[in-house]
C-alpha cells in the first residue's frame, strides 16, 4: 500500500486485527517535505521486495492523481504490476481474502473485483435505514414509502 502519511500502515494494522494475519504486505509512507524521487525509490524497494519469487503485485493507493498513486504508476507491469487507486477496508479486505482463496486470479481481475467490492461497501446510513425521506438511486424520490423521521 502506498498513502500519504500513515494511511497505509493503519489499514494494514486494522486488515491484521480482522484477518489474523499479515501476509507480504507493505506500507509506504508518502510524507509532507520528502522529495518525489525518495517515495518513488521506496516504491521500487517494496515492489520488488513484494514480487520475488514471481508474485505478482497489487499496489493499493488512497488517491488517483495524488503523490502516492503517481509515484506508483511507473511500475505498472502487465500480469506482474497492478495499481489500485481510492483504497478503503472494503477493498483491502478483498484483496487479503481473493489473494488467499484465489491464487490463480489475473491480477486485473483481483483489481476489477477489489475495485467493486470497494464501492459495496458505501453506504448512506439513513438511506439504508430509511430513516428519512430520501431520493431514490435514480434521483427521483420514492413516493411509495414514506421515511420515518429522527426523533433526535
Not at 492523481?65 to 487507486?85: I, R
Request: proline letters at 5%; aromatic letters at 4%; a positive charge.
Amino acid at each position: 500500500m502506498v498513502c500519504h502519511e500513515d494511511l497505509a500502515e493503519n489499514f494494514l494494522k486494522v486488515a491484521e486485527f480482522l484477518l489474523k494475519t499479515r501476509e507480504n504486505c507493505q506500507a509506504v509512507a508518502i510524507r509532507e517535505g520528502a522529495h518525489p524521487d525518495d517515495h518513488a525509490r521506496l516504491v521500487e524497494r517494496a515492489v520488488k521486495t513484494a514480487s520475488s519469487g514471481g508474485n505478482p503485485v497489487l499496489v493499493l493507493t488512497d488517491l488517483f492523481g495524488g503523490t502516492a498513486c503517481n509515484v506508483s504508476l511507473p511500475y505498472l507491469k502487465k500480469d506482474q504490476v497492478e495499481v489500485l487507486s481510492g483504497v478503503n477496508l472494503a477493498m483491502l479486505i478483498r484483496a487479503l481474502q481473493w489473494r488467499r482463496a484465489k491464487p490463480d486470479i489475473s491480477l486485473v481481475e483481483l483489481a476489477s473485483e477489489c475495485a467493486k467490492y470497494a464501492t459495496l461497501g458505501i453506504r448512506v446510513g439513513s438511506v439504508m435505514l430509511n430513516l428519512f425521506d430520501a431520493p431514490a438511486l435514480g434521483g427521483e424520490p420514492d413516493k411509495g414509502k414514506k421515511g420515518k423521521k429522527n426523533p433526535a
